[in-house]
């Protein structure tokens, strides 16, 4: 078989495999939603470094929430210089629910700054050893039923560790082409039921920005003080609790939760540049990833002009299965109807993998420049 067919057969079968892992996922993944449970004492959890854009947003969704639950919101502004912990105070108002704690401490040796701020806020929770704890993201906005909801996914799993995975909201051109791929890279990858049953840290899914998880288990496994120095938190904090005999879960929240993580080519690329180029381990793992992206997912479109006739219909089929299969998981994701930027995203998914290429390499540039940094906070590897 000449290389060219053989090269587009690869892909075309691989993209067939991910095509029938994300209708998998699209028919069997859980999703949020609100159900019946026992009264909880829960504790929202928010770091905020300069976030006075958006925190108020967050604050004023937790302030409408439906629910029966016995609720407290702990703030942390961490060394922000924007007015984070003002605006957050505002929005606020006279709730008694919520207190806003202001620190000017810098990281301790080892730490990055949102597990240390997120491990300080967990400790003020330390009164309820029953109850349960939801960390969020500042950039976070929430329905009306998000944390019930959440609460009724933890209970429902049976796991120690949930994350509630929100609807990606994208503006700029860059979002568009890279924030899908997000929620695509498992929803095509790994089999989401068998996965939230596992105890294996390899099959874990996690995003930080929506966590909820009991006191006592998130105590049993250290905290955040075991994955201290990460640079992929979510993943390795729910690595920490299989390691610890607890299941962790993921589940789909586009209906409760959604969140702008970017807001520009820029921030997107200083966001990236923080951890990306160590979420595959790593130079050896790395490089074995990004070849596998270029052979499955930049080549097809590439041998759209191969010379063996076979050779460019098996990668027009590949390409085809792959934006299907991104079709498919946007969808899944955020449901609604199919927008004009989201069936663009798709069809330019080759172009995205080597933008994700492109990131990769640059994160770990920054980082081995000691460049890499986060909300005006240098980044050390660990």
Same mark, same amino acid.
């Given at each position: 078989m000449p290389a060219q067919r053989w090269l587009a057969a690869i892909g075309?079968?691989?993209?067939?495999? /991910?095509? &029938?892992?994300?209708? +998998?996922?699209?028919? =069997?993944?859980?999703? #949020?939603?609100?159900?019946?449970?026992?009264?909880?004492?829960v504790t929202v959890c928010i770091p905020a470094r300069n976030e006075r854009h958006t925190l108020p947003f967050l604050i004023a969704d937790l302030r409408e929430q439906e629910t029966g639950h016995d609720l407290r919101v702990l703030i942390l502004d961490d060394a922000s210089t924007d007015g984070t912990a003002a605006a957050a105070q505002e929005a606020i108002g006279n709730d008694p629910r919520f207190t806003v704690r202001?620190?000017?401490?810098?990281?301790?040796?080892?730490?990055?700054?949102?597990?240390?701020?997120?491990?300080?806020?967990?400790?003020?929770?330390?009164?309820?050893?029953?109850?349960?704890?939801?960390? /969020?993201? &500042?950039?976070?906005? +929430?329905?009306?039923? =998000?944390?019930?909801? #959440?609460?009724?996914?933890?209970?429902?799993?049976?796991?120690?560790?949930?994350?509630?995975?929100?609807?990606q909201v994208t503006g700029s051109v860059a979002e568009n082409l890279l924030q899908p791929l997000l929620a695509w890279s498992w929803l095509a990858m790994v089999p989401v039921r068998l996965a939230n049953r596992s105890l294996r840290p390899?099959?874990?899914?996690?995003?930080?920005?929506?966590?909820?998880?009991?006191?006592?288990?998130?105590?049993?496994?250290?905290?955040?003080?075991?994955?201290r120095g990460s640079l992929v938190d979510d993943l390795d904090l729910a690595r920490e609790y299989r390691r610890n005999g607890?299941?962790?879960?993921?589940?789909?929240?586009?209906?409760?939760?959604?969140?702008?993580?970017?807001?520009?080519?820029?921030?997107?690329?200083?966001?990236?540049?923080?951890w990306l180029g160590h979420a595959f381990g790593g130079r050896a793992s790395t490089t074995m990833v990004l070849a596998g992206i270029v052979a499955t997912q930049v080549l097809p479109v590439l041998l759209f002009r191969a010379?063996?006739?076979?050779?460019?219909?098996?990668?027009?089929?590949?390409?085809?299965?792959?934006?299907?299969s991104r079709l498919v998981a946007s969808q899944v994701e955020r449901g609604a109807r199919l927008q004009c930027t989201r069936i663009a995203s798709a069809v330019a998914h080759p172009a995205g993998a080597a933008v994700v290429i492109a990131l990769v390499l640059d994160s770990r540039a920054r980082h081995r420049r000691g460049q890499a940094t986060w909300r005006q906070r240098p980044l050390r590897l660990p």
């Open positions: 075309a079968s691989t993209a067939a495999a /991910l095509l &029938a892992m994300t209708v +998998l996922n699209a028919a =069997a993944a859980p999703r #949020a939603r609100r159900g019946q449970s026992g009264r909880r004492n202001t620190s000017q401490d810098e990281p301790p040796p080892g730490w990055v700054g949102k597990q240390w701020a997120c491990q300080r806020l967990a400790d003020d929770a330390a009164r309820d050893k029953s109850g349960l704890l939801v960390f /969020l993201d &500042a950039d976070v906005r +929430l329905s009306p039923v =998000a944390l019930d909801s #959440a609460v009724h996914a933890l209970e429902e799993s049976s796991a120690g560790l949930v994350s509630i995975w929100p609807h390899s099959l874990a899914v996690a995003c930080g920005q929506f966590l909820v998880t009991s006191t006592d288990a998130y105590r049993s496994i250290g905290g955040h003080a075991r994955i607890h299941r962790t879960a993921v589940v789909l929240g586009g209906a409760v939760a959604s969140c702008r993580m970017y807001s520009s080519a820029r921030t997107l690329r200083e966001g990236y540049g923080r010379r063996d006739p076979r050779a460019r219909e098996l990668a027009r089929v590949g390409y085809a299965f792959l934006v299907a």
